[in-house]
């Protein structure tokens, strides 16, 4: 058996109405500080992004989920080459990431596992919680 390691990770929630509340799971960030390692994976389905906004832009939140994975994907890069954000580690970027904010992508509350292979995980997690169920 493999070593296993602790992470890290947060769901990223689309609440299309601030005001109603309501929301859908649209990703997964993961983060393991033994592993070095920061990854995010999403999907937004468009059909019940609708069932509870009709009029939410699945473009934009699209672009804003990617920015998220994007940010995940970035290495540290040396600092005279970087923007702010690219010069923070992984930890720091992560906890940025699942802080509470009021807008159409939020992180829900930080969870706790072990694993010996943090892109798999990454991979259960996104199938388990966010993926539309097999019918």
Known sequence: MSTRHPFEYALLRVVP?????????????????????????????????????????????????????????HERVEARHAAPAGREDRGRRFRRLTAPRSTIVQAGPVHTGLTADPEAELEHLLTTLVLPLPR
């Open 17 to 73: 109405r601030i005001e109603r509340g309501e929301s859908l799971n649209a990703g997964v960030v993961l983060y393991s500080r033994p592993l070095d390692f920061l990854g995010a994976r999403v999907h937004l389905d468009v059909q019940r992004l609708h069932a509870l906004d009709p009029a939410a832009d699945p473009a934009l939140i699209t672009a804003a989920l990617e920015a998220v994975q994007s940010h995940c994907s």
